[in-house]
């Protein structure tokens, strides 16, 4: 299967073992995976504030280096959201996954060679969850299900936990996280909280960005906690 | 006035205040969890009300004209009100057609929105509002600062305080059961004094020209069964096509908003008891402006439950008045742009877009796609500050050009890990409470390039 890698922006330059792990995981999986260079960013961070008239060169740019490709996989939940709802090309629109429902819904991925032993708090990042719905969620009377407890169920040594809360926003949210800082920072802080009562090593989630912003109130506070996207559980081995 | 940000920032230095706020609205989002769960058809019946609720937008004309045949023949005077002045002015008149000097007003968040409390006030009319919750922020000379809990910025230390200065109650008692005791005795004068009283509505049926006012003080039909002169005030879209619509509404409406099954009081007012006058006024104030916004007309669909308050965590964590409208929480931060762009632009920003408030709207709507719109509108019409401008306008070009998004991401990088001053300041928000990100020596497509090609 011809898959095409989105490499959200700051994960290219931040966080690249994520993606790393995200490339490995899918040829693991049988996946023929092809990188497109030129990829940047999906617009996001200016439509979320208001700006969603000055993306259309982010569009194209994204047009250009993804048109053709039946899978278009990336590992965040908000980026794959976000031009699921906003990218002018609905060729682009249906196409476009986030990893672990592609590994779920597209791979039907029934084991995993994967071993990981440590206990890890599942952070719920609210645009996969609510908005791909990997997840169900609190607010809904509905059975309960999700993608992500799913593939961590088949990862040997894993124990994973739900904050007290389970499916609250960590406060990240774009540039919320700098424009409210205060408040971005508060929920931050009370989701940490809840993951430490659970003695966790690492939280975990989805959507590097909300993990990005745990990690600097985590390191500020001097936490032993570490924080890891999904796909570095699920890639990870003995 | 200070922005949501700046307000929210004030609210968060008292940290255990703001823990004890978040928590208590928790309590009252998971009571409405449990609620909502013992209905199997609970999802089901949220798409009924969404639709009544369309169905009666697509409507409102007719139906508003309908409840007008109806009421009037019930003995119900109507009037209309094109915006906020022309409501107070026509509550003032029927006051002083009476000569009265004094009130008693229940809950109504349209009468919040008009300014009435002010505006009577200032033509010498003693309002006094019968709702605890409202009649301790009227005490304070402030503001609700939820639409259902208006007082659940106070402990009960504060209230006892606010009773002592305006009720005499004993200094440094805060035993809830005695407090209540006190406005209670102190309302009951107040009840049989008026002779006018003001009531919202909840819902007006237009099948039957009756409406219907949901309290679980009783307050509401106190005030209206004691009195000479009953006015209501009620927003044009609080109109339901038929009385049976009820069924679905009021299975909804204290589910949602405080776990109850049902409100204590679900009071129908149909006709005037005898030598009874009955006023309503149904207010447009903008309304039709926000019906006519195809992105914003489901806001309308609103029925004031504020389970979008209570479920928002940044609600809960800012406080409902750094929201400096009368409607505050997510709801309220769709609704005020359309009454001024300018002094609300920071409302729809006051999120995260986390979507929790969508999935507990009983009348689903879409809020945190509205405030999405919103943020689109308000930008659009200039009302960015320059700086944003300028910065969202060049991180746009960046974005769009790989090489210089590969060159500028490599700077970057080099800056923080060789001059972390520049970014590690009291200038950069993000490193106020939090570190920054490790640079990495190599970003993905450097690796891939080295490791894969």
New interface residues.
């Given amino acids: 299967m011809r898959v095409a890698l989105f490499?959200p922006?700051y994960?290219?330059?931040?966080?690249?073992?994520v993606?790393?792990a995200s490339?490995e995981l899918l040829e693991k999986l049988g996946c023929e995976v092809e990188?497109p260079?030129?990829?940047?960013?999906c617009?996001q961070?200016?439509?979320?504030?208001?700006?969603?008239?000055?993306?259309?060169?982010?569009d194209?740019?994204f047009s250009a280096n993804f048109s053709g490709y039946d899978y278009i996989v990336g590992p965040s939940g908000s980026c794959v959201l976000h031009l699921k709802e906003h990218h002018p090309d609905a060729k682009i629109r249906s196409s476009v996954y986030e990893i672990c429902e592609f590994l779920v819904d597209v791979l039907q991925v029934k084991t995993l060679p994967s071993y990981f032993p440590h206990r890890v708090g599942l952070h719920q990042s609210?645009?996969g969850q609510?908005?791909l719905r990997i997840s169900s969620?609190?607010?809904?009377?509905?059975a309960p299900f999700s993608k992500l407890t799913y593939l961590l169920d088949l990862v040997k040594g894993c124990e994973w936990k739900y904050p007290e809360?389970q499916?609250?926003?960590c406060?990240?949210?774009?540039t919320?996280?700098?424009?409210?800082?205060?408040?971005?920072?508060?929920?931050?802080q009370?989701r940490i909280q809840e993951h430490q009562a659970n003695q966790v090593d690492f939280i975990i989630g989805a959507d590097t960005s909300c993990l990005?912003?745990m990690?600097?109130?985590l390191?500020?506070s001097g936490s032993k906690v570490g924080v890891k996207h999904i796909v570095e559980i699920l890639n990870a081995h003995a | 006035m200070l922005s949501?940000?700046e307000a929210?920032?004030k609210f968060?230095a008292n940290q255990e205040r703001?823990d004890w706020h978040?928590d208590t609205l928790?309590f009252v989002r998971a009571k409405r969890?449990k609620a909502?769960?013992l209905?199997?058809e609970?999802?089901a019946l949220r798409e009924h009300a969404s639709q009544i609720k369309e169905h009666m937008l697509s409507n409102l004309p007719q139906y508003l004209l309908e409840f007008e045949v109806n009421a009037q023949a019930n003995g119900i005077q109507v009037h209309w009100a094109k915006d906020a002045h022309e409501h107070n002015e026509i509550v003032y008149s029927i006051i002083q057609k009476h000569g009265d000097k004094a009130l008693v007003k229940s809950k109504s968040m349209l009468t919040e929105e008009c300014h009435l409390n002010a505006f009577l006030e200032q033509k010498g009319i003693d309002v006094v509002d019968t709702d605890l919750g409202e009649r301790i922020v009227q005490f304070r000379n402030e503001v609700p600062s939820h639409i259902v809990l208006p007082a659940i910025h106070l402990k009960k230390e504060d209230v006892g305080e606010t009773f002592h200065q305006h009720l005499g109650t004993p200094k440094g008692n805060k035993d809830p059961q005695f407090l209540t005791e006190a406005a209670r005795i102190h309302l009951r004068e107040k009840f049989l004094a008026a002779k006018v009283a003001i009531t919202g509505v909840n819902f007006a049926v237009a099948e039957t020209g009756e409406f219907v006012v949901c309290t679980n003080e009783g307050n509401a039909d106190m005030g209206a069964h004691l009195s000479e002169v009953h006015i209501a005030c009620m927003g044009i879209e609080k109109i339901i096509p038929k009385r049976q619509d009820l069924g679905v509404f009021l299975r909804l409406l204290a589910r949602s908003a405080t776990g109850q099954l049902i409100t204590t009081y679900s009071s129908h007012f149909a006709k005037p008891r005898e030598g009874q006058e009955m006023h309503i006024v149904l207010v447009d104030n903008g309304r039709s402006r926000q019906l006519a916004r195809e992105e914003f007309r489901n806001s309308l669909k609103c029925i004031r439950c504020a389970a979008c308050f209570n479920?928002c965590?940044?609600y809960r964590?800012?406080g409902g008045h750094s929201y400096h409208q009368p409607v505050a929480g997510p709801i309220g931060s769709i609704l005020a742009p359309n009454f001024d762009k300018k002094a609300n632009v920071d409302l729809?920003?006051?999120?995260?877009?986390?979507?929790?408030c969508s999935?507990?709207c009983p009348v689903k709507i879409n809020i945190h796609e509205q405030l999405?719109f919103w943020?689109?509108d308000?930008?659009?019409e200039g009302l960015?500050p320059a700086g944003?401008v300028i910065s969202?306008?060049l991180?746009?070009?960046v974005?769009?050009?790989?090489s210089l998004?590969k060159w500028a991401?490599a700077m970057?990088?080099k800056v923080i890990s060789w001059a972390p001053w520049l970014v590690n300041n009291g200038l950069n928000?993000?490193y106020?409470?939090?570190?920054?990100?490790?640079?990495?020596k190599?970003?993905?497509?450097e690796?891939?390039?080295s490791n894969?090609s």
């Avoid at chain 1, 406060?171 to 774009?174: L, R, T």
């Avoid at chain 1, 919320?176 to 931050?188: D, N, Q």
């Fill in positions: 490499v922006c994960i290219d330059q931040f966080y690249p073992q993606a790393i490339l990188v260079g030129n990829q940047t960013c617009g961070p200016m439509a979320n504030s208001g700006f969603a008239h000055v993306t259309g060169g982010c194209a740019n609210c645009h609510r908005g969620m609190t607010e809904r009377n509905e809360r499916d609250e926003c406060g990240f949210g774009g919320f996280c700098v424009t409210e800082e205060a408040v971005s920072v508060k929920m931050g009370d990005m912003h990690e600097g109130i390191k500020r | 949501h940000a929210s920032e968060i703001t978040d928790w969890d909502s769960k209905i199997p609970w999802e479920t965590p940044v964590r800012s729809p920003f006051a999120s995260t877009l986390c979507g929790s999935n507990v999405w943020r689109q308000l930008m659009k960015a944003k969202m306008k991180m746009a070009w974005l769009s050009n790989p998004f991401g970057g990088r928000p993000w106020k409470q939090r570190e920054m990100p490790e640079a990495p190599q970003s993905f497509q690796w891939y390039k894969r």
